[in-house]
Structures are given as structure tokens and as C-alpha cells.
């Protein structure tokens, strides 16, 4: 149980373009979500919490204009990043709480498996 | 965003052998600690947590070990496996949030 799907697995984008990056939760309802971004040979940086039926919430630096979040619904959370550069090139994954923990603090992630996108 | 380390350290293993990943975690009030592996290409996976009020916690063939003391984390894989081989990495919540906040990360090698 608890998986979730990212979609697309990969996508390539002409630079100021806009690249919509969906996650869903397959067996669960996940009320929060949450965006992570990576670079090759780095860590994963969390870059917003995204909570269904209201605004995401942005970590420090993250621009909410650039990488726009939409959760509409218990099982979908959208990352959309807008005017793509070259820049905005990176691993974007997704992740979401396990529901067998419930509201339970202390429960581990579970993630896609990323979108690699690619601003040419 | 929030973020710890930049590059990666590599640990080198021969098959068989004991590993251990290290991690120094970044919150002294961080109050939940989590071990995930990643392959080239995929997202994280779930190995194994420790909540603060512990010190110690095993699963199948991984230990982790906590010392809030010196905020230092280790994750002991026993009897490693070219399986094995992935980027490793520890996370931490804190404040009572949802947020899940990654280290640095450690490649593992194994050697056949």
C-alpha cells in the first residue's frame, strides 16, 4: 500500500515555457503532500507543502509565482513550474504521508519516483 | 528551501562485509529521525525511523543508532549486498510540522 505516482518520469521543455508535473496518491487519500527538488549529486530540498483545498505553503527562497501548486483533490497535487530556464533543470519529486499512521507525527514519507525535467 | 550538504561522500564496501553510514543531523530539537535509500533515477525509499526518546532500533539487517548528545545518526547494514548500492540518506522532523528535512546523503558502493 501507500504509493505514489508521479507523471511525467521525464520531460524535456523549451526554455520559457510552462511544464506541469503531476503526483498522485494511487491507494490513499493524502490531505498534505509535499514538493522536493534535486540536483545531481545533491540532497533533496523540500520546496513546498502542498494541502488539499487551500494555498501551499513555500520554504524560504522558493518562489510560489515560478512553481505554482494546485491540490484539488485528496488523490492529486500539481507542480507547475512556469517560464522554464534552463536553471529550473532538476529532479522534482513528490512525496506524501503514510495513512496508516494517520495523523501521527512520527511516520515516514512515501515518494514517486521523481520527474526529471530538462529546460533546453 | 531548506537543504543540508552539497556533495555527496562515497563509502566503499566489499560484499559481505558490515556498512556504516554516518549522518550529523542539523536540529537539536529535531524529535523524529528517518533512514532513506535511494537507486540512480527513483525517489527515496523507507528503510527504517527512530523517535528521540531512543537510542537504538533494529530491522532486517539494519541498525540505527541515535546520539542526540553529539546530534550524530548511523545506519548499520549487516552482511551487505550489491542491493545495497544506493545513495543513503537521513532526515529529521522537528517542531511538531509534517516537514521532513534531508542530509547530505552517502553513496554506497559494494564490491563484488
Known amino acids: 500500500g501507500a504509493v505514489v505516482s508521479q507523471h511525467p518520469s521525464w520531460v524535456i521543455c523549451k526554455s520559457g515555457t510552462s511544464v506541469k508535473i503531476e503526483c498522485r496518491s494511487l491507494d490513499f487519500q493524502a490531505t498534505t503532500m509535499f514538493w522536493y527538488r534535486q540536483f545531481p549529486k545533491q540532497s533533496l530540498m523540500l520546496m513546498a507543502t502542498s494541502n488539499e483545498g487551500s494555498k501551499a505553503t513555500y520554504e524560504q527562497g522558493v518562489e510560489k509565482d515560478k512553481f505554482l501548486i494546485n491540490h484539488a483533490s485528496l488523490t492529486l497535487s500539481t507542480l507547475t513550474v512556469t517560464s522554464a530556464h534552463p536553471e529550473d533543470s532538476s529532479f522534482y519529486i513528490c512525496?506524501?504521508?503514510?495513512?496508516?499512521?494517520?495523523?501521527?507525527?512520527?511516520?515516514?514519507?512515501?515518494f514517486g519516483n521523481g520527474t526529471r525535467l530538462t529546460v533546453t | 528551501g531548506e537543504s543540508v550538504g552539497l556533495h555527496l561522500p562515497t563509502l566503499s564496501v566489499q560484499e559481505g562485509d558490515n556498512s556504516i553510514i554516518n549522518c550529523a543531523y542539523s536540529n537539536s530539537a529535531s524529535d523524529y529521525f528517518i533512514w532513506y535509500k535511494q537507486e540512480s533515477g527513483k525517489g527515496p525509499q523507507f528503510i527504517i525511523d527512530i523517535r528521540s526518546n531512543m537510542d537504538k532500533r533494529q530491522g532486517q539487517r539494519v541498525t540505527v543508532l541515535l546520539n542526540k548528545t553529539v546530534k550524530h545518526l548511523s545506519l548499520q547494514i549487516a552482511a551487505t549486498q550489491p542491493g545495497d548500492s544506493a545513495v543513503y540518506f537521513c532526515a529529521e522532523k522537528y517542531g511538531g510540522g509534517f516537514k521532513t528535512i534531508f542530509g547530505a546523503g552517502t553513496r554506497l558502493f559494494v564490491k563484488a
Open positions: 512525496s506524501a504521508k503514510d495513512p496508516g499512521q494517520g495523523a501521527h507525527y512520527n511516520s515516514p514519507l512515501h
